[in-house]
């Protein structure tokens, strides 16, 4: 072909690229497209198709006629020959919301996903380099909505080995990948973020970065959507941003209060235990999510916090829950000073991480006087309408910073470090904790207040008011 029919074709290509015709019959016709999770797909079209396809061609190709000499015929004759039975990549339909993996274990996972209309179960392929497992989604209907949820569960995976799954349902298809829990002693690294609601374009810069930074799993300290009883905005303000790092780590979610009634919130995610409160342990970190909106059985979940603190024995104890103990920009929250805070700091709990206020701040080591302090931390920078950062001599550096971001978890034996990053991987705070016979080192020790006093730093405003 010369040089000045390549141009031809070019200009064609270019001038029809928007086209349904052209798009139609470049979707039927081939060309490796992308998913999200950079999957390929495959299918086979109709003989029927085929003559469709053709006939696009034909309403494009009219629109420049040298080109309809020079190519036209035996381009509808390859789509006439190649569309009834050979197989030809092209870019298949998403979704309606894709795999994420929850409740995962050393030897246990769940994926789960939404398909728009009534399906079959949907097959999933699970690969390590070891071994690969079949299985079947259970299909269960989601109240009030037409969309139905799939989960599949697999058992008798390996600790600490990375799986790559592919899931194929109602002729749809998606790929992702995730690591199982590792046994005490491994190295780890996770995210923590939280208040992803209201604008997702904020939250897809976040969730960029934190897929860059590669975590094992990913912590949501609230409010993933605006509304939680409104259910598009599940999946525009919180499924398709974070999909940059759901397709390759697990996802453990806290309730805030934008959820609401929590509905949709302890459908859509597979959660151990009554799903409100439940623990997690990860190599050397034991993980407590509390959901702090079940007023009716708050002295339950007290009860059972108490225990599970009382039998844990690893290094490493983060609780997460919505509504931060220490807070002064935006809400300035107190909950659970009088009832969960002594309980944590009975039983040594070494970071509390909260949301609700949408900014981030980290404030001074605090505990009664001679113990081992909790360094309490809030992360609401996750896309929500960010608020005005206060200054506080309980906080490090004596202010917050009002900034998207999300928390970097590192934990190797007795030391865990953090970095914050903004979207562009700019680092506005960091920390190393290095915890020896159950205390930090001491230049961590030096700068802690007792509770007495940050509580005096921090007053109830609402009681103040009052």
Known sequence: MSFKKIRLLISFILKYWNSSEFQYFAWGFGGICKFPQGVTALRIPSLSRGFKQASGLFKCARGVKPLWKIATKWLILISIILSPGILLFSASEELYIRPHVNNVTTTSAKILWVTETKAPPGKVTLKSK????????????????????HTAAFKDLKPFTEYEYTVICNNKRA?????TAPEKGRAIQFVVYGDTRSNPEDHLKVSKAIAI??????????????????????KEQFFDPAEAYLCKSAIW????????????????????????????????LHFVILDQYIKDKLPEMLEWFEND????????????????TFNTGGHAST????????????????????????????????????????????TGGGGAPLKKAEKNPALVGGTGIS??????????????EMKVKKPDHTIIDQMTLIKKKGVYQDEVMKKAITTQKAEELLPDKKKKKK
């Open 130 to 149: 070891q071994n690969s497992q079949k299985g079947e989604s259970i299909v269960s209907a989601i109240e009030g909505r037409e969309e139905l949820l």
């Open 175 to 179: 790929k992702g990948k995730f690591i």
């Open 213 to 234: 930074d590669d975590p094992m799993f990913v912590a949501c300290s609230g409010d993933l959507v605006s509304k939680g009883t409104k259910w598009k905005e599940w």
């Open 253 to 284: 979610p806290m309730r805030g209060n934008h959820e609401k009634d929590g509905k949709f919130l302890y459908k859509l995610f597979d959660m151990p235990g009554n799903e409100h409160y439940f623990s997690f342990d990860f190599g050397d």
């Open 309 to 324: 603190l009382k039998n844990n024995n690893s290094k490493w104890t983060f609780v997460g829950y919505h509504q931060p």
């Open 335 to 378: 909950w659970g000073r009088k009832d969960f805070l002594p309980i944590m700091e009975k039983y040594g709990v070494d970071i509390v991480l909260t949301g609700h206020s949408h900014l981030y701040e980290r404030f001074l080591p605090i505990g009664p006087e001679g113990k081992k302090p909790i360094i309490h931390i809030v």
């Open 403 to 416: 900034e998207l971001h999300y928390c970097f978890f590192k934990i190797n034996g007795d030391t865990l």
